[in-house]
């Protein structure tokens, strides 16, 4: 009887575990500029590099996006086998939830940012805020490169260089690349996120003792950056949809270097008005 009441545990703790997680929305891969494609879902964005030598993925999205991400690198007429090295924004269930499937499916190099390597191994269960949710949680993967705060990724003439910009995560990562697109350089930056999430503790984090400081850095940071193409982890940061429709009118409608500028300015205001509120509560 008891083993009848554990399987029966064990089943609906999984089915719990299955649906909690939102249902993407399939959205239109499209070239962006140079050798930069979008491949994601309506709003959690994922980016492919195109090389000679094989192909850069940034984010695997929910564990049940693989296959909507394969099928989006597919339509633009690349091998989804083709990639040769798996990043992400920021360990999240819904940035690093489908890198187990991925790098089981493509043999990808899975490489991430030094302070976010416990949470993706340990699969969400060594968050700071999401530890003990459930629904945070992410089939557990592998890390086979630790990257640090300046680390270069490259592969095939392109290279992608790892801005530390915790806070969301510790190891919350801002990626960085030079395109040329009709003979002209672009300064692409694709924000990790800077976004305070409901329940994050400013003041006296004891799981998380610097995460104010590193918020700060982090905007430090973003400020810093040269932006042509403003693009990010959520498509909602850069407003995807919007700039999206606007392709077909000419023009590339992601090169926004005030919209980068206002967005940090805006998350940052954000930051600090959440951060006075703790402080004095």
């Not at 050798?35 to 309506?42: A, F, H, I, Q």
């Not at 929910?62 to 991400?69: E, F, G, R, S, Y």
């Not at 392109?158 to 009709?182: E, F, K, N, R, Y």
């Not at 305070?196 to 995460?211: C, M, R, S």
Request: net charge positive; hydrophobic share 35%; aromatic share 12%.
């Amino acid at each position: 009887m008891k083993k009848i009441l554990l399987i029966i545990a064990i089943l609906f703790s999984l089915n719990n575990f299955c649906f909690a997680y939102p249902v993407s929305k399939s959205f239109p891969p499209f070239h962006i500029i140079g050798n930069l494609y979008y491949v994601g879902t309506d709003d959690l964005a994922s980016y492919l590099i195109v090389t000679p030598k094989g192909n850069i993925l940034i984010n695997s999205d929910l564990p049940a996006d693989p296959p909507m991400i394969k099928a989006n690198i597919e339509k633009l007429g690349f091998n989804y086998s083709d990639t040769k090295i798996l990043l992400i924004s920021h360990a999240h269930f819904d940035h690093a939830g489908g890198s187990q499937l991925i790098k089981q499916q493509t043999h990808a190099k899975y490489e991430v940012m030094d302070a976010d390597v416990p949470v993706i191994e340990s699969g969400g269960t060594s968050d700071f805020r999401y530890a003990n949710d459930v629904n945070a949680h992410f089939p557990p993967c592998k890390v086979d490169k630790i990257l640090h705060d300046g680390d270069q990724v490259k592969l095939g003439g392109s290279v992608l260089t790892a801005h530390l910009t915790g806070g969301h995560t510790p190891g919350c990562t801002t990626w960085t690349m030079t395109v040329i697109d009709h003979g002209k350089s672009y300064h692409v930056v694709i924000v990790g996120s800077l976004n305070v999430n409901p329940g994050y503790k400013l003041i006296n984090n004891v799981a998380y003792p610097t995460i104010a400081k590193d918020y700060e850095q982090a905007f430090r940071v973003s400020k810093s950056l040269p932006c042509d193409i403003f693009l990010g982890a959520h498509g909602r940061f850069f407003h995807l949809k919007e700039k999206y429709a606007l392709l077909k009118e000419g023009g590339n409608p992601f090169v926004d270097p005030e919209g980068y500028k206002k967005y940090i300015a805006l998350k940052e205001k954000i930051f600090y008005k959440k951060l006075k509120k703790q402080t004095e509560e």
